[in-house]
């Protein structure tokens, strides 16, 4: 398996790589810089296991890269990095597919902190698996939070955790129900008898 860092910059790409090798010394990690070079990149060097993917390539046009990836490899992580605010483009890339949405503008320990949470969520270190059927502590948490109606920002500072580990949370709570935004989490929770255990 291999993560893939998909960027047209050879400066951020390497930025970014450099972090993953910090992250994941043994990990295989290939660079691209235009997203239509990775079917050929896969047959080569093996099934992804994470892309980290520059939200403005040659080769596409708003989330459009995002949407290519999904289709290709749906169960696949995206972590998106912009150098749009994220009040901009967030919300559509998480739409789109992507599970987290990093400013080119953090700082590399913010960025180390987000690719780190998404590498142990997706290896199911970051907590506990939860019984079948069942869903964990942290994330019981987090539906009583959404339905709340806190921010991650609030979220983050009643856990004393940070904003980009409140995203792998949510991220992780969304695969578990199977659901892709806060309202259809909600409404699962909802359906599903979920917040009346909370009550």
């Known amino acids: ?8 910059h050879p400066l951020m790409r390497e930025a970014i790589v450099m972090v993953l090798r910090r992250l994941r010394p043994s990990e295989n990690v290939v660079e691209l810089d235009r997203l239509d070079k990775l079917a050929n990149a896969v047959e080569h060097h093996g099934r992804p296991k994470l892309f980290c993917l520059d939200l403005k390539l040659p080769d596409v046009t708003g ?5 290519t990836v999904k289709e290709s490899y749906p ?15 967030e919300e559509a890339c998480i739409e789109a597919g992507a599970d987290i949405y990093i400013e080119k503008s953090s700082g590399s ?16 270190d970051l ?4 019984p079948t059927g069942k869903l ?7 539906i009583a939070m ?13 856990l004393e955790i940070s904003e980009h580990t409140v995203k792998v949370h949510l991220w992780r709570l969304f695969r578990r129900l199977g659901v892709k935004s806060r309202t259809q989490a909600l409404h699962h929770a909802r359906s599903h008898g979920l917040l009346s255990n909370l009550r």
């Open 146 to 158: 959404l339905d709340q109606g806190l921010s991650n920002r609030d979220i983050a500072t009643q």
């Open 127 to 130: 907590e506990p698996p939860a």
């Open 1 to 8: 398996m291999s993560i893939y860092v998909i960027d047209d």
């Open 75 to 89: 169960d696949i992580p995206v972590a998106v990095y912009s150098a749009s605010p994220a009040a901009d483009m």
């Open 109 to 124: 320990a913010e960025l180390t902190a987000a690719l780190r949470g998404l590498l142990s969520a997706d290896d199911g």
């Open 63 to 67: 989330v459009s890269g995002v949407l």
């Open 136 to 142: 964990s502590r942290r994330q019981t948490q987090l």
